[in-house]
């Protein structure tokens, strides 16, 4: 049983569209982020929610907009998609937060492909 | 600046032999350093976690490595297998203002049989 499960796995969709990714945990843990992996492999922070609450917004365009329905699903949706917006997304989550040590749990990853 | 570097980028050793991958961070003030493994086409998973005061912390055959001095971290893989071929990424948390985890480039780890 997946513990941090995304979908979809891959999105492939053109210049301009809006798209979203959805986020589930089943461990119960209370905290979610996403993350962005570009081509060079780089992991960035994106958000953190925490108990359906903001906790974590790094200078992201606003084009995205987390939403946490309950404290188990963290969706993304981006707006007006641009080439460079083409990266695997990953979805993570955490019992403590991560200042305390909080071991990070992450998702399959969606790779997002912008024509 | 708040940096992670890892060393070297890559690395291409047989099954069966050991290798050890550096990390070095100017993160200051930090309070944890993390270890994570990232095979392609997934997401990374935890190996270790160890606190400003730990020195040391093991996983299997992962032995992780930690002088909060020199601001040094090393990991150490024992008798390599083929399925520890992946990337690893080392991570520091920052805890000053804005806390947050700062990431690594990772390490190109590749076991040849």
């Known amino acids: 049983d997946t513990a941090v499960s995304q979908t979809p796995k891959y999105l492939v969709t053109q210049m301009g569209n809006d798209k979203s990714i959805k986020c589930e945990q089943n461990?119960?843990?209370?905290?979610m982020y996403w993350y962005k992996q570009d081509s060079k492999k780089f992991l960035k922070i994106m958000f953190s929610y925490n108990n359906k609450e903001l906790i974590i917004n790094e200078t992201v365009p606003n084009r995205f907009s987390p939403k946490s329905p309950d404290k188990a699903h963290l969706n993304l949706h981006i707006n007006s998609l641009e080439l460079g917006d083409s990266a695997v997304y990953f979805c993570?989550?955490?019992?403590?937060?991560?200042?305390?040590?909080?071991?990070?749990?992450f998702g399959e990853g969606s790779r997002l492909t912008v024509l | 600046k708040n940096q992670v570097e890892q060393s070297p980028q890559s690395l291409i050793i047989l099954e069966g032999k050991n290798c050890t991958l550096q990390c070095n961070y100017t993160v200051s003030p930090f309070s944890n350093l993390r270890w994570y493994k990232q095979d392609t086409g997934r997401g990374p998973v935890s190996l270790t976690i160890?606190?400003?005061s730990e020195n040391t912390k093991s996983n299997g055959r992962y032995t992780a490595t930690l002088d909060a001095d020199t601001k040094q971290s090393s990991l150490h893989i024992t008798a390599s297998q083929l399925s520890d071929s992946a990337s690893y990424i080392c991570v520091v948390y920052y805890a000053g203002n804005n806390r947050k985890l700062i990431w690594g480039l990772g390490t190109s780890l590749a076991v040849n049989p």
């Open positions: 461990l119960g843990h209370d905290t």
């Open positions: 993570a989550s955490s019992q403590a937060g991560i200042g305390r040590a909080g071991e990070l749990f």
């Open positions: 160890m606190t400003f």
